[in-house]
């Protein structure tokens, strides 16, 4: 037999077969860690358990503030407005986070004071970009760079990539 005629019949076993291994795998475990099983499967009280439950909630927290945001999509752009049917940058952060049960003061600048600065940035922060010294715009962050924001009159609530390298990110508490 030549050695094409070998290759070409050991794939058509093989490819077929890993497939099918590969289908019947148990998928994964989720990355979220699910709030009960973190709580009951660490000894209750212990700092480790504290610590997942606190991570747990930030995630889903930041999670739960993108999906606000995602839902506003295409409202429009109002000055002053704060939802919820149309917002300006920070009305639409204030919105979202009001909605999560977290209070957040009304301009971007203000926000920028009241939340706690980070280095790296998880979905559900707050972007914002400054020039000068001056905090003048707000967002939440989507990841890969992207921000869901109320950017200016004649644009809807969109989610962007992020336009410049003059920002930096808070993390409600």
């Known amino acids: 037999m030549s050695t094409t005629f070998v290759r070409a019949a050991a794939?058509?076993?093989v490819v077929p077969v890993a497939t099918s291994v590969f289908l019947a795998a148990p998928a994964p475990a989720s990355h979220a860690v699910d709030?009960?099983?973190?709580?009951?499967?660490?000894?209750?009280g212990s700092p480790t358990?504290?610590?997942?439950?606190?991570?747990?909630?930030?995630v889903a927290l930041g999670e739960r503030?993108?999906?606000?945001?995602?839902?506003?999509?295409?409202?429009?752009?109002?000055?002053?407005?704060?939802?919820?049917?149309?917002f300006d940058c920070s009305g639409l952060t204030?919105?979202?986070?009001?909605?999560?049960?977290?209070?957040?003061?009304r301009t971007s600048g203000a926000q920028a004071g009241a939340v706690r600065r980070v280095g790296k940035p998880r979905r559900g922060d707050l972007v914002f970009?400054?020039?000068?010294g001056r905090v003048y715009h707000v967002g939440i962050y989507a990841g890969k760079?992207?921000?869901?924001?109320?950017?200016?009159?004649?644009?809807p609530v969109a989610k962007e990539r992020?336009?410049?390298?003059?920002?930096?990110?808070?993390?409600?508490?």
């Open 11 to 13: 794939r058509l076993l």
């Open 94 to 105: 204030q919105w979202v986070y009001k909605k999560l049960g977290k209070r957040l003061p």
């Open 129 to 132: 970009f400054h020039s000068g």
């Open 35 to 44: 709030r009960a099983v973190a709580t009951t499967t660490l000894t209750a």
């Open 145 to 155: 760079r992207k921000v869901w924001h109320a950017s200016r009159p004649g644009h």
């Open 65 to 86: 503030a993108v999906a606000k945001a995602r839902s506003r999509a295409g409202s429009p752009y109002r000055y002053g407005a704060n939802g919820p049917r149309a």
């Open 49 to 58: 358990a504290a610590r997942v439950q606190r991570k747990v909630t930030r």
């Open 162 to 173: 992020i336009w410049t390298r003059s920002v930096f990110y808070g993390r409600v508490r």
